[in-house]
Structures are given as C-alpha cells and as structure tokens.
C-alpha cells in the first residue's frame, strides 16, 4: 500500500492521486469490531454505496470519512489534498443521519447559517431555485417545524444544488423521501459523478450498476 | 463570516422560543425571594445576606441556562455541521457564547438591583451588584459552556453539569459577591472589579478554544 | 539530557512498555513505600516531641499534610497528564488520569477529615470556613466531577479524553480558586512547611513529617501505577503482546 506524504508527494500530478485512501482502519463499538482491514481507494467521478445490515457501521464509517468519530485503528487520508496542503474539509458536504434542521427556523434560515459556517456568502437567488427544485417552493420561510419529515430532508439535500463540493458524504439521504424525491435525488448523484465529484453515502438502496460499494457485515469488509 | 450568521441564528432562535429567555429570570426572581421567607425578614440580617444571595441566584440561573446552549442543536444534527465546517470552530463557539449571555445573562443583570433592593442591601452597593454581574456573568456563561460541551451527549447531563461547573464558579461568585460586600460597607472595590474584568477576558478568550475541543470529544473525536 | 527525556516519554508513553516496566518497577517501590510511610508515621506519632503551643494534638499533621499535598499534586498531575493526552493524543495519558482520580479524591477526604479532627481541639469546632479547608473541599469537589464525568461517558477513550480537557481547565481554575479563597478569607495559622528558607518547625518534627510525606508520595505512585495497568490490561484485552507478557 502505497504511503503518501506531503514530501513524498511532490513532482506527482495532482490528477493522478485517488481522492480518498484508508489503510487498514479498523473500528470497534461496546467490545464489538464493526469492521477492520478495511482498506479503499475511491477516485474521482465514482459513487459509492457504504452498505450493511442495521447497526453495522455505516454511520460511524461515515462519522469517520467526515472527520467528526476519531477514535479508530488505521488511516484516512486525502491524498490529493494532502498533495495541495490543504484541509480536506473544505472539499466535503455532509449531511448526516439527522437532516441538521433546526425546527425553530425556516428552510432559508436553517441553509444560511450552514453556508455561512463553510465562509461562503451563497446568494439567495441560489437558494430559492434549489428549493423549488425539490418541490419547496411556497416553504422557504415557514419554520421547518411545519414540515413533514421527507420534506426535511429535502430541505438538508437542497445543499446538493447550493454548494460546492467535490465530496459528497451523504448518511442515509433517501430516508423518508417518496418516489419522486429519491428519482431526483439519484439523478443528481450521477450528475455529481459524472462532474468529477465523489459520492459515498450510505443507505441500503443501491440505484445503479455502476455504483460500487463497501459492505459491512459483522466485522468483514467487502470492497467491490 | 460565521460569527454575524451565528449570532444573528441565535438571536433569532430565542425570539422563536422566548422561554429560554424568560425563564431563567423567573428562576432568579423566585430563587431570591426564597431567602426572606427561609431565613428572616429582618432588614439588617437581610443587608447582610443580600449580595451572595444574589449572586448565587444569579450563578444559579446561569448554570441553568446555559445546559440548552448545545442540546437542541446536538439533537437536531446541526451541530455536526458546525464540526464538519472548515472555519476554525473558535468562531462559532465564542458567538454560541456571547449571543447566549446577551439573551440570558444579560437581564439578569438588569433585574439585580431590583432584587438587592427588596433584600434591604445598602443604596452604596447597588451599582457594584450590578457591575459586577455585568462582568461577572459572561464569565460564567464562558465556564459553564465548557461543562456543557463536555456533557451535550451524556444522559442526565443536567446534574452532572453542576457537579462539573460549580467548583470552578468559585472565584467568581467570591470576587462578585466580595464586591458588592465591600461596597456596602463603604470599601472600595476598583481592584476587585479590576479582578472580574481580568477573568472575563481571560475567560471569553480561552473558554471557546476548550469549548471546540470539548465539542469534538463528545461528538465521538 | 534532553534526548533521554524525550526518549523516556515516549517508551512510558506506550501502553506495552508502561506495562512491563511497571511490573518490574513495583515489586521494588512497593516495599519501599510501605517502608517511608511506616516509618514516617511512626517517627512522628509516637517518637517526634509534643508541640509546646498544641500538645500531642498536632501530631495528625504527619497525615494531615501529606495527605494535603499528594492530593493537591495528584491534581496537578492529572492536569498535565490531561494536556499531553489533548495536544499529542497520547493513550497513557487518560490512562494516568483514570489511575490517578480515584485516588486523590480519596486523600483529599482524607486531608479534609483530618483537619477537622484537628480543628477541634484547635479550634474548638469540626469545621471552620478557613481558606484551606475550604480549598481542600473545593479540590474534592474538583477530584469528583473529573470522577463522575469519566463514569457518565460509556466510551472510555471518548471518556478519557473529556476527562483530560476538565482537568486541564480544573488546573488552570485551581490557582485562581485557592488566590480567591485566600483573599476570602485567612484565619489560619501561617503555613508550617516552606520548601524554600528556614523552616519555622524544629527538626525533630521536620524529618518526620518529610518521611510520611515521601512515603504518601510513593504509596500514591504505586496504586497509580497498579491502576494504570490494570486499565492497560482492560484497554489492550485483545492484543498479543499482552498475552505473551501474562502467559
């Protein structure tokens, strides 16, 4: 397994850098391994599913990729970014397994102070497209609390249109989305990949061929 | 950037949620009203009593209140967005902070003199009481959000905050309350106003740093 | 003198060679331990001569203060310990920490109950609000929330790691809390031991007292250092080399 350091790094094409590389992590929870010799390269321009039965790991794994769990065996790095010396957190957007609305807000209340927490200023004018897009027009300024749960999580994945970010860390996104919204939704993703960008997100729905995936199960790992 | 966004969120949170506001300073109202009629109505024993019994009133409250600084947006999920963000966690945290004291601490404050007025504390003290809180409560809210980073996880947190925060309020509430103390005999008390203000900016400069680290160990960092 | 230092940090810094060092330390201090208390307490209790002001009653000092300042350095370690575990995610250290709450929190009791046993023929009173009294019980109450916090987070690295940023600001906080309780209050006698100048205690009484002080101290290190590998044991349950060291 390759090694990449910033040192090492120099001279080689950016380009040519996976976006994301794990060396043997490895993750327990209460004496349990949720999984280990989990070794993954991911490149730009694929989608990958993170699968599993219910409480195998998907969450944590992702908590994991996005920085937020730290405590695990083995490696995560960014090479590319490593490469550039910069903060991998820059590239992300995650959305986690709660949507990370506050119920108190309006939809366009809820997506300012989230933008504003990556430094950008994203114009309002992006923002009510996006909505409407994903059929919440009419809802920007009505407390989310007003909402219904699939309509939430509409509200969280309308940063798929705002921002932009090459790596998409999305935990369980068609959760409580009908039909119409998880179309839209797989649509977007393969947008994404096509764009360049990464996708991992986790969920039990696998939507496409062309999507790999890592799957947890009991400890083991598959990489496929 | 993120310092505007966040205090303008919480300003407007609270406006949606007034409670959060308002009672708290019922708390403190009611907690120092308890004294009379437990102790004495005596207006020279009450003169007596009457700074630390507003201060830990207001320490009181303060604890109280600052337990929902993290919680909702724990619960919601919107505080993994704040930890997933590039910009440096300080910023946020130290608006979290400030916007949180502006809401709650703020009028307590405000009220003090009322309720060192009602205790029979001398005319003298009434603007050292109310000074010192002035400056003496950031820091509390600085402190105790420290506690409440460590605990937004934790089930029951609300105990285990106080058992956390309280011995390091000391120093506060004894400079605070000594002040008012000494006010109302007469002494002056610039340097132990000096002293409060030295804790405040000691503490609103360093407590958001342990708050971002405190925030990413109980979020699982 | 540096280099040795460094490299010392980081042999003890590792869980594997804490634990087998440890193990070849203890049988040693053990003894030693038991030996300085003994004599120590002994010295002072039975041998030291009677105080000309407080008569024999000021022989508890000879736990008193020892149990007064290994608590207050236990305090001060886990604080260190807490800023080496922050800054260089060290595993140790919020194993040292988890060895060392316990502990203290049980000689600052100590310090506090028998202060005020002394206090009473002292005093006249069990309990006086003197600025040190009132600093050893805040130093309790200090120990306990470290104690609790650790025993509230089910993960116990996650545990660890809250429990080192609490002690780290429950150092910082400590000074300002014994500056504070001082300016609030200071009926007690002056202090009794300076490290640095003349000593006001004769001698007689000095040595003693040093001796159970150096005896706490490494009774202290002891049950540390039995406590951490305990947790090294519960930590590293499924690694080999744990095996091969017990086997």
């Given at each position: ?29 209460d ?26 790991g998907?969450t ?10 730290g ?16 903060d ?28 504003s927490?990556?430094?950008d ?9 996006a ?14 609390a ?27 996104p ?50 496929a | ?23 708290p ?13 437990g102790?004495s ?36 999920g919107a ?51 109310f ?10 809210t ?50 132990l ?11 609103l ?17 | ?18 634990f087998?060092?440890?193990?070849v330390?203890l ?29 024999n ?14 608590a ?71 120990y306990?929330?470290?104690?609790a ?19 780290v600001?429950?150092?910082i ?12 209050q ?13 000593s ?37 349950r ?10």
């Amino acid at each position: 397994m390759a090694c990449y350091t910033a040192a090492a790094l120099k001279g080689t094409l950016v380009t040519e850098l996976p976006l994301l590389e794990t060396t043997d992590l490895y993750c327990e929870r209460d004496d349990r391994v949720l999984f280990s010799a989990l070794n993954w390269r991911a490149v730009d321009g694929e989608i990958w599913q993170v699968a599993g039965v219910n409480g195998a790991g998907k969450t944590t794994l992702m908590r994991i990729l996005a920085g937020l769990h730290g405590f695990f065996d083995g490696e995560v790095r960014w090479p590319r970014w490593l490469a550039q010396q910069q903060d991998p957190r820059q590239h992300f957007l995650y959305l986690g397994h709660k949507a990370g609305l506050r119920d108190e807000l309006t939809p366009l209340e809820n997506i300012r102070w989230w933008t504003s927490l990556h430094g950008d200023t994203v114009d309002d004018a992006k923002i009510f497209p996006a909505l409407a897009c994903l059929g919440l027009a009419g809802y920007e300024t009505v407390p989310c609390a007003q909402l219904s749960a699939g309509q939430k999580r509409r509200v969280a994945l309308s940063l798929l249109w705002i921002m932009n970010k090459v790596v998409w860390l999305l935990d369980e996104p068609f959760t409580a989305l009908d039909a119409d919204g998880v179309t839209l939704i797989e649509n977007r993703l393969r947008e994404h990949a096509a764009n360049g960008g990464l996708v991992i997100y986790s969920s039990h729905h696998r939507f496409d061929d062309a999507v790999r995936h890592v799957r947890l199960a009991l400890g083991e790992v598959e990489v496929a | 950037m993120s310092f505007r966004a966040t205090l303008k969120r919480e300003v407007v949170l609270a406006w949606r949620r007034p409670a959060e506001i308002i009672n708290p300073l019922f708390f403190f109202v009611m907690v120092v009203a308890m004294f009379p009629l437990g102790v004495s109505p005596k207006a020279d024993l009450l003169s007596v009593i009457a700074p630390g019994v507003v201060w830990v009133a207001a320490l009181l409250a303060v604890l109280l209140s600052v337990e929902g600084l993290f919680r909702n947006d724990f619960e919601a999920g919107a505080l993994e967005q704040m930890l997933v963000a590039p910009t440096n966690l300080y910023v946020p945290c130290l608006a979290k902070i400030i916007a949180h004291w502006l809401l709650t601490g703020l009028p307590l404050v405000l009220v003090a003199p009322l309720l060192g007025y009602m205790l029979h504390l001398p005319e003298q003290a009434s603007m050292t009481l109310f000074l010192g809180l002035l400056l003496g409560t950031p820091t509390l809210t600085a402190i105790g959000a420290i506690g409440v980073s460590l605990t937004v996880g934790v089930r029951s947190g609300g105990i285990l905050l106080a058992l956390l925060i309280l011995p390091l309020y000391v120093p506060v509430l004894v400079f605070g309350a000594g002040a008012a103390a000494y006010a109302a005999n007469g002494a002056p008390v610039e340097g132990l106003l000096a002293i409060l203000a030295a804790m405040l900016l000691a503490s609103l400069t360093l407590a958001p740093a342990a708050v971002a680290a405190g925030l990413r160990i109980s979020n699982g960092g | 003198m540096w280099q040795t230092l460094t490299r010392w940090y980081h042999q003890w810094g590792s869980p594997r060679y804490f634990f087998q060092y440890s193990g070849v330390l203890l049988p040693w201090l053990w003894p030693l331990a038991v030996l300085t208390l003994v004599v120590g307490v002994v010295w002072g209790l039975a041998f030291a001569p009677a105080d000309y002001q407080q008569g024999n009653s000021y022989r508890i000092i000879f736990i008193h203060v020892p149990a007064a300042s290994a608590a207050l350095l236990g305090y001060i370690a886990m604080g260190v310990a807490g800023l080496v575990g922050l800054v260089w995610r060290m595993k140790m250290a919020d194993i040292m920490i988890k060895a060392i709450a316990p502990f203290g929190a049980v000689l600052a009791a100590i310090a506090l109950i028998t202060g005020a046993i002394w206090g009473k023929p002292t005093w006249g009173t069990y309990w006086v609000w003197d600025a040190r009294l009132t600093s050893m019980l805040l130093m309790l109450f200090l120990y306990l929330g470290v104690f609790a916090l650790m025993n509230a987070i089910p993960d116990p690295r996650q545990a660890g790691r809250a429990a080192s940023l609490l002690s780290v600001v429950g150092v910082i906080n400590v000074v300002i809390v014994k500056y504070s309780v001082e300016w609030w209050q200071s009926l007690h006698q002056g202090s009794t031991l300076k490290v640095v100048g003349e000593s006001a205690m004769p001698s007689e009484m000095l040595a003693p007292l040093l001796i159970s002080m150096l005896g706490i101290y490494l009774f202290f290190a002891c049950t540390v250092l039995m406590r951490a590998r305990t947790e090294i044991m519960v930590r590293e349950r499924k690694s080999q080399w744990l095996r091969e060291v017990l086997r």
